[in-house]
């Protein structure tokens, strides 16, 4: 299972980004993660398998909105009003296989596989 981050990059408090993951054959739920330097990677934002059912950190909700097309196996964070402290490197996962289209777990150790990083920096 291959994994692909990308879209991240510098920005300017205010601007919006959007990231995008691609996965490959995969049918999973599918989550956004961040870790910023010196601290623990957090959960960002996660969507079902079928994109029934999202769910969002607070410090994202109302800014940021996960998506997904399976018939072009992608997933997507669109990234609205970016913060300063919304710099960190962003990771896509995919989930643990699970039998429920609305599994959308939000703790990282339900994860299986991790692609790699994309920077997002954003200057003040």
């Known amino acids: 299972v291959q994994l692909q981050a990308s879209g991240g990059g510098l920005v300017q408090a205010g601007d919006s980004l959007r990231l995008s993951c691609t996965v490959f054959?995969?049918?999973?739920?599918m989550g956004w993660f961040r870790q910023a330097p010196g601290k623990e990677r957090d959960f960002v934002a996660v969507?079902?398998?079928?994109?029934?059912?999202?769910s969002y950190s607070d410090s994202v909700k109302g800014r940021f909105t996960i998506s997904r097309d399976n018939a072009k196996s992608m997933v997507y964070l669109q990234m609205n009003t970016l913060k300063p402290e919304d710099t960190a490197v962003y990771y896509c996962a995919a989930a643990r296989a699970h039998p429920s289209s609305f599994y959308a777990p939000v703790d990282k150790t339900s994860y299986a596989y991790w692609g790699q990083g994309t920077q997002v920096t954003v200057s003040s």
């Open positions: 969507i079902s398998r079928r994109g029934s059912v999202t």
């Open positions: 054959a995969l049918d999973r739920a």
